[in-house]
């Protein structure tokens, strides 16, 4: 069975750091693409950051560029979003997500519609 499991969120001050972590069953995360999404209360839900299969390459939002890191840890076979510089509008819902239809995929073949979602996990920057 496929599934995935975000944990890490919680409340932060601004300026402060989290890392969020996607823990994998039912497919080896080294051969798939993988996402972080994210929703804030009245805006739809954007991609933050890609991983391509084999760590060929990744991508992040404008918005998160120089302040989060994506990884994986194939021996865990875990997905990680190492947030740092957190500012108030990083508020919201951060989910995992992976293109699991696609072996061997990249950030740039990621479908639009992916079936593989995790629950969800709250991230909130405030003082």
């Known amino acids: 069975q496929v599934q995935l499991v975000e944990s890490g969120g919680g409340l932060v001050q601004p300026g402060g750091s989290l890392t969020l972590s996607c823990a994998v069953s039912?497919?080896?995360?080294?051969?798939?693409?993988m996402a972080w999404f994210r929703q804030s209360p009245g805006k739809e839900r954007e991609e933050i950051s890609c991983?391509?299969?084999?760590?060929?390459?990744?991508r992040y939002a404008d918005s998160v560029n120089g302040r989060f890191t994506i990884s994986r840890d194939n021996a865990k076979n875990t997905m990680y979003l190492q947030m740092s510089s957190l500012e108030p509008d990083d508020t919201a819902v951060y989910y995992c997500?992976?293109?699991?239809?696609?072996?061997?995929?990249?950030?740039?073949?990621?479908?639009?519609?992916?079936?593989?979602w995790g629950q969800g996990t709250l991230v909130a920057v405030s003082s």
């Open positions: 997500a992976a293109d699991a239809g696609i072996y061997g995929g990249t950030c740039e073949t990621m479908r639009k519609e992916l079936e593989v």
């Open positions: 991983i391509s299969s084999r760590d060929s390459g990744n």
């Open positions: 039912g497919f080896v995360v080294l051969y798939y693409a």
